[in-house]
Structures are given as C-alpha cells and as structure tokens.
C-alpha cells in the first residue's frame, strides 16, 4: 500500500480504545516528522568568537549600568553634591570605599555624576532616580556666582574643567527635565566659558592663558 497513510485512515484500522497506545510518530507520514534537534555548535572563527562577546558585553551593559547608578545614588551626600574626598563616609557597612579625591573638585565630580543620571533618563521630574538628580542639580545651581557665573570656586588649577562639566551638566538638567527656574543658570554657565575662551581658539587650565588642548 502507499506509505503516506493519512491519521484518518490509521484511526479508522486501529482496534477502539487502543490508539492512545500508539506513538504519534507511527502514525504520521515519515516526510511529516519533525527531525531530532541538531546540538548547537560554538563558533571557531576569532571573528565570530568575537563578535559573540560583544554581544554577551551588551546584554550585560544594562545590568552593570543599574549596579553604577545605585552605587552613585548610595554616595550622594545629603546636600545633594558628590564628595570628592568623603564620599566613602556613605559607606556605612562593610569595608569603605578608597580612592579620594580633593575637595577643591566636588562641582566637577557632581557634575559628572549628574550626567549619568541624566543620560541614563532619569530627570528632576521622572525617573528612578529623580530625587538624586534634583538634590544635586539644586546643589550645584548654588554653587554658581551670581555676578562672573562660575560653578565653585578658581583656588584649583583645574577649576575651568570643573566649572565645564558642571555647566554641561545644567544644560542637560534644564533641557531634559524642562525645569524653567535652569535657564540662567545654565547661560550664566555658557557666558562664562565664552568670555573666558582664548581668542579664536578654545580652553585649557586657566581662562585666556593662551594655552589650548583638546580636553
């Protein structure tokens, strides 16, 4: 007979009661069978091995970026700034944290941290982390003098790299969140830098020290 019997006509043969018995895979035509499932193979080309990596690099990159932003948001000091030089007083179990910086870079670093946040799609109005960033960005807003528009103070040599990160970081804050109080304080900020950019050229160490790099 022709070995593309169809299940009907099987069911039909079969003694009632009986073919519940019966494997599935005996009653269909053999081009019907799914095939056993192939043992996955690992790829051998450096190329492919190393595009796999990337791969598994990005699909961890969200997770590590959660672990970042929680260990910034346990730092935060209670005023809202970044303490360069105590941040690890945050610490309070286990071991504390090392590596301090100096005091004289609390705007920078607050900055910085702030524009994690704030890339991130947290803002001063939504966010899981929205209370952080407004503790901070309110921080940093009364850093800023009123009359030249410096963020913090000139007693560091690097001080325009600190006031240069802390106005990026205001400009984010006022664009992202739409927090209308932002906007002087985020041009008194840019006024700054241009007024003190060398001529025709950019920025360094010190305001128009003739001096310019690409940082």
Known sequence: ??????????????????????????LLPLDAQEPPPREAKLPHDPDDLARLERLERIERAPAALDLGLAWLASHQSEDGRWDADGFMARDVEG?????????THDVGVTGIALLAFLNNGSTMRLGPHKNAVKKGV?????????TSGLFGTAN?????????????????????SDYK?????????????????????????QPRDGDNDTS
């Open 1 to 26: 007979g022709n070995p593309a019997v169809t299940l009907r006509a099987v069911m039909a043969l079969v003694v009632p009661g009986l073919l519940l018995s019966v494997p599935l895979a005996l």
């Open 138 to 146: 309110m921080w940093l807003r009364e850093q800023q003098d009123a």
């Open 181 to 205: 109080l932002l906007k002087a304080t985020a041009q008194h900020g840019l006024d700054y830098l241009e007024r003190h950019r060398n001529p025709f050229m950019v920025w360094r160490y």
């Open 95 to 103: 071991p504390p944290c090392d590596g301090p910086g100096r005091a």
């Open 156 to 176: 560091s040599n690097e001080f325009v790299y600190d006031h240069a990160i802390a106005t990026l970081a205001m400009v984010e804050a006022y664009g992202r």
